[in-house]
């Protein structure tokens, strides 16, 4: 079975840093791309960015370019996002996802199972 | 960047209706179109891409239509398990979700 699963729930304080991690099973890690959303409370879906495990090539959405670092691991099979200088906006579930196919067009399957981050 | 605007922002139903989500892109986008379906609590599943495309599992009483700019979800005699948030994303390089739209 295909899956990502995400590291548990944080709270941090205002202007602390985060890394949440994101490993994957069931498939070839290195060859699809793994992307990262995030959900404000009530709100809807963002894309915040997208890495390619194989060579750590990582793509932003303009809206978070410069707040947010996607990383990867491919030899243990794991995706980051670090977030810094954290602030009360930045509470939202964050959740993982990969592109379905190893084709250029990002529709997403399968989904982490989100991780909430409260920052207060 | 495409913007995706839904409608309607919610809508009630009854089990066994027939339910039709709209999703408009601000710009074309061919057939790169996904919908996905969230419950509370839970992460978005993948129901349909490429509009029209569906997910492995997904049952046959979802299906999707549209090309270009316009597209629809619709659902068949729903069923209480249906009952969710639907979201459309367009899958070009920088991909964008509407603002959902809540079955109820």
């Known amino acids: 079975e295909v899956q990502l699963v995400q590291s548990g729930t944080v709270m941090k304080k205002p202007g602390e840093s985060l890394k949440i991690s994101c490993e994957g099973s069931g498939y070839d890690f290195g060859t699809f791309w793994i992307g990262w959303v995030r959900q404000m409370p009530g709100k809807g879906l963002e894309w915040m960015g997208i890495i390619y495990p194989g060579d750590s090539h990582s793509r932003y959405n303009p809206s978070f370019q410069g707040q947010v670092t996607i990383s990867a691991d491919k030899s243990i099979n794991t995706a980051y996002l670090q977030l810094s200088s954290l602030k009360a906006s930045d509470t939202a579930v964050y959740y993982c996802?990969?592109?379905?196919?190893?084709?250029?067009?990002?529709?997403?399957?399968?989904w982490g199972q989100g991780t909430l981050v409260t920052v207060s | 960047d495409y913007q995706m605007t839904q409608s309607p922002s919610s809508v009630s139903a009854s089990v066994g209706d027939r339910v039709t989500i709209s999703c408009r892109a601000s710009g074309g986008i061919s057939s790169f179109l996904a919908w996905y379906q969230q419950k509370p609590g839970k992460a978005p599943k993948l129901l349909i891409y490429?509009?029209?495309v569906l997910q492995s599992g997904v049952p046959s009483r979802f299906s999707g239509s549209g090309f270009g700019t316009d597209f629809t979800l619709t659902i068949n005699s729903l069923q209480p398990e249906d009952f969710a948030t639907y979201y459309c994303?367009?899958?070009?390089?920088?991909?964008?979700f509407g603002q959902g739209t809540r079955l109820e």
């Open positions: 994303q367009q899958a070009n390089t920088f991909p964008t």
């Open positions: 996802v990969r592109r379905l196919q190893r084709s250029a067009l990002n529709w997403f399957d399968p």
């Open positions: 490429a509009a029209s």
